[in-house]
């Protein structure tokens, strides 16, 4: 009996990891998806890419996914939340700006006339989010933006920005990363605005976010070396620019690219291209009851030109409504 015991002692580290793996593989990783093909389908590629063996399996250093950040991590209605952050400074900043009551799209903003101000279009818009987002040190700015989305709140739900996030993207990032994959954030919204949350909402630390920026300067002000912001675009993260971005800022090509816009397209396209096992899903937003439902002819997050790719190319495309058994974890 003294020898069955000591056996057993022996084999117990043994028997409890066999327990604990084949707890790991019987768990759902993805419970706030549908079980079906879109479900599947992103399963079915992890299992390809990660088992040794495969004959598409990808060393570990290799498996980057990256994924867009508006309307497909968070949502983006009724407008971008990085514009709704410029316009709340817009009217932080008015005391010192006297001039805006006379200039465009400011005097419109100022006088509650969001829509006059925004028919000017993308260069009204890049007006207010380049003058709200300068003038200031990057240290400033970071601070500013951590206040902002500390307390500020979604128009329609009365959430938090950072409660707005989706959780089956939530679930899928954890679920990449525990099976080795390195996961990026390749957004056109500005880079240094994501930093400051991604690594605490998304678990993406601000090293691994790419997004538009606008110039920078370095200059020693009362002896401290300082970086200040300046109103001038570098660069657009967006369209064609994605994938040069993620080229410059990676090195690496990604084999999994998530979007929901005609913005992602490129990116989707550069990174689905073979050789060897790629991975590509767009987020099409069908559920007006429990967030909003737009693709084709939306002026936010159009998916046009990318669905009708998607189609051709086999590519996945979730329809929430179905798809997702949760958007927001705040759901009931």
């Avoid at 590629?45 to 990660?50: L, W």
């Avoid at 291209?273 to 439902?293: I, M, Q």
Wanted: aromatic share 10%; with cysteine.
């Amino acid at each position: 009996m003294t020898s069955f015991i000591r056996v057993v002692k022996n084999l117990l580290p043994v028997i409890l990891l066999v327990v604990v793996a084949s707890s790991a593989q019987g768990a759902d990783a993805l419970p706030s998806w549908s079980e079906g093909k879109t479900k599947q389908s992103i399963v079915a590629f992890v299992e390809r890419v990660t088992a040794e063996g495969s004959a598409d399996f990808v060393p570990v250093p290799e498996r980057i996914a990256v994924f867009d950040n508006d309307g497909t991590l968070w949502a983006e209605q009724p407008m971008y939340f990085q514009l709704l952050f410029a316009l709340d400074r817009v009217k932080v900043l008015a005391p010192q700006h006297p001039e805006w009551t006379s200039k465009e799209p400011f005097a419109s903003l100022l006088k509650g006339d969001l829509k006059g101000a925004l028919a000017g279009g993308e260069p009204a818009i890049m007006q207010i989010v380049m003058t709200t987002h300068s003038g200031m040190t990057t240290a400033e700015f970071d601070q500013i933006v951590r206040d902002w989305i500390a307390t500020a709140k979604h128009p329609k739900t009365g959430q938090l920005y950072t409660k707005m996030i989706y959780q089956p993207m939530l679930e899928l990032l954890a679920y990449l990363r525990a099976n080795g994959f390195k996961t990026f954030i390749a957004s056109g919204g500005g880079v240094d605005f994501m930093r400051v949350f991604s690594e605490e909402i998304y678990g993406i630390p601000p090293e691994q976010v790419i997004g538009s920026s606008g110039k920078t300067n370095f200059e020693v002000r009362g002896g401290t070396p300082l970086l200040m912001r300046l109103a001038e675009i570098n660069f657009i993260d967006d369209k064609a620019g994605k994938p040069v971005a993620i080229h410059q800022h990676i090195g690496r090509r990604p084999i999994a690219a998530f979007g929901n816009s005609d913005g992602d397209l490129q990116m989707l396209q550069w990174t689905c291209s073979p050789p060897g096992p790629r991975f590509c899903l767009f987020v099409r937003h069908t559920d007006a009851d429990r967030e909003w439902a737009y693709d084709r002819a939306s002026s936010i997050g159009r998916l046009d030109k990318g669905l009708d790719e998607a189609l051709n190319m086999n590519w996945t495309v979730v329809d929430m409504k179905t798809d997702w058994t949760k958007v927001f974890a705040f759901e009931q």
